[in-house]
Nanobody, 124 residues
Framework: QVQLVESGGGWVQPGGSLRLTCAIV????????VGWFRQAPGKEREFVAA????????QYSNLVKGRFTISRDNAKPSVYLQMNSLKPEDTAVYYC?????????????????WGQGTQVTVSS
């Protein structure tokens, strides 16, 4: 089983930064890929970023590329999403997800485990 707990969300002004953390408890799993997704009110959940087990492969949505950085520390274990130059359109509930697979995964339907989400609000 894998348990995921997101933290670090909150309110920030446009242009500001936030760092989200996904704390992971993984019993019986040795290698797992992790992704970040988000869902804004009235919209479908969308892919934000993903990282392979080793951290050697990452992928980003075109909407966040160059502004967001995903990273992981398997010793913790945790996965992070550093979000810079935030825009009002980044406002959403952000979820981390994990799958028992070493390689990078970008489709939400391929993930088996999800956190409860953390709210990010970008407004002036």
């Amino acid at each position: 089983q894998v348990q995921l707990v997101e933290s670090g969300g909150g309110w920030v002004q446009p242009g500001g930064s936030l760092r989200l953390t996904c704390a992971i408890v993984a019993r019986g799993f040795s290698n797992y890929a992790v992704g970040w997704f988000r869902q804004a009110p009235g919209k479908e959940r969308e892919f934000v970023a993903a990282i392979s087990w080793s951290g050697g492969s990452t992928q980003y949505s075109n909407l966040v590329k160059g502004r967001f950085t995903i990273s992981r520390d398997n010793a913790k274990p945790s996965v992070y999403l550093q979000m810079n130059s935030l825009k009002p359109e980044d406002t959403a509930v952000y979820y981390c997800a994990a799958v028992d697979w070493s390689y990078l995964v970008t489709e939400a339907s391929d993930y088996d485990y999800w956190g409860q989400g953390t709210q990010v609000t970008v407004s002036s």
